[in-house]
């Protein structure tokens, strides 16, 4: 397991943008597909973007595909997730994770931050 830490949450007014990073701890960050989860008050944790080891493949649900863009630098052991043109309902914890992905629906993630929170203001 890697220990993964969140930052870059905050709160911004709809239209705006955030970046949010996560640094993960030891040396097999590499070998981890990595993700980003939100979870909004009320409802469940839901998948957002995933990125594989080598970063050849992303993915991305529906509802912030073309607005978010995630990448990773595993020099650095971070992952990052740009988030532009943000709108009230993408309010939500945010949680990095890692793990394994093959799909938007299909994954299991081995460890996980604390979340930071995102708050978008309309």
């Known amino acids: 397991q890697v220990q993964l830490v969140e930052s870059g949450g905050g709160l911004v007014q709809a239209g705006g943008s955030l970046r949010l990073s996560c640094a993960a701890s030891g040396r097999t960050f590499s070998t981890y597909a990595m993700g980003w989860f939100r979870q909004a008050p009320g409802k469940e944790r839901e998948f957002v973007s995933g990125i594989t080891r080598n970063s050849a493949i992303t993915y991305y649900a529906g509802s912030v595909k073309g607005r978010f863009t995630i990448s990773r630098d595993n020099a650095k052991n971070t992952v990052y997730l740009q988030m532009n043109s943000l709108k009230p309902e993408d309010t939500a914890v945010y949680y990095c994770?890692?793990?394994?992905?093959?799909?938007?629906?299909?994954?299991?993630?081995?460890?996980w931050g604390k979340g930071t929170l995102v708050t978008v203001s309309s």
């Open positions: 994770a890692a793990g394994l992905i093959t799909s938007p629906r299909d994954y299991v993630m081995d460890s």
